[in-house]
T-cell receptor, first 117, second 113 residues
Framework: AQSVSQHNHHVILSEAASLELGCNYS??????LFWYVQYPGQHLQLLLKYFSGDPLVKGIKGFEAEFIKSKFSFNLRKPSVQWSDTAEYFCAVNAVGSGGGADGLTFGKGTHLIIQP | DTEVTQTPKHLVMGMTNKKSLKCEQH?????MYWYKQKAKKPPELMFV???????INESVPSRFSPECPNSSLLNLHLHALQPEDSALYLCASSQDRGGSIQYFGAGTRLSVL
């Protein structure tokens, strides 16, 4: 079974600061990787995803993430954060199985990001 | 339209009650999911339905009974729940293939008294 580790549980930054949230996964096979965001009182929304190809992926709202296979990592970055980025961020994976069918997501514990004006 | 609709938004029930949570999507997705999210914790997978058939059950207690009556609807029937079952219950849907993006509903916040 796969597992996901997020290193930072609480992060506080000032507006315009750069952001990097760490995510490592554990799984012996191929995985698909996701970052989801949960704004206060709202549902989970997809920020970006990696399935294959270019390991540097760009998502919505200026976020990007880099898949480093040798490090089993998929870190999330944003060069300049805004107050509206205050939210809970979850890294998630699912395994690419031989059957190719739908599979649930395994989430990391989340990072609570607070941006101070 | 990438909307997954869950009803009700809030539910309070006693330990002897029977209630149901509903989830609906009209994106043509053939995979649907139930997750449970406790406060300040990540979502945890409960069930996966693929083409209206239960394909994954993550060892969930039988007091939770899922049902997929058609390709657009997913229910979660609740009976004899415990206070520790209080949580946010999330529904999601996706194309029925591995690696598809899952779209989440806003959830039903359940309190068991």
């Amino acid at each position: 079974a796969q597992s996901v580790s997020q290193h930072n549980h609480h992060v506080i930054l000032s507006e315009a600061a750069s952001l990097e949230l760490g995510c490592n996964y554990s799984y012996g096979g191929t995985v698909n990787l996701f970052w989801y965001v949960q704004y206060p009182g709202q549902h989970l929304q997809l920020l970006l995803k990696y399935f294959s190809g270019d390991p540097l992926v760009k998502g919505i709202k200026g976020f990007e993430a880099e898949f480093i296979k040798s490090k089993f990592s998929f870190n999330l970055r944003k060069p300049s954060v805004q107050w509206s980025d205050t939210a809970e961020y979850f890294c998630a994976v699912n395994a690419v199985g031989s059957g190719g069918g739908a599979d649930g997501l395994t989430f990391g514990k989340g990072t609570h990001l607070i941006i101070q004006p | 339209d990438t909307e997954v609709t869950q009803t009700p938004k809030h539910l309070v029930m006693g330990m002897t009650n029977k209630k149901s949570l509903k989830c609906e999507q009209h994106m043509g997705h053939r995979a649907m999911y139930w997750y449970k999210q406790k406060a300040k914790k990540p979502p945890e997978l409960m069930f996966v339905y693929s083409y209206e058939k239960l394909s994954i059950n993550e060892s969930v207690p039988s007091r939770f009974s899922p049902e997929c009556p058609n390709s657009s609807l997913l229910n979660l029937h609740l009976h004899a729940l415990q206070p520790e079952d209080s949580a946010l219950y999330l529904c999601a849907s996706s194309q029925d293939r591995g690696g598809s993006i899952q779209y989440f509903g806003a959830g039903t916040r359940l309190s068991v008294l």
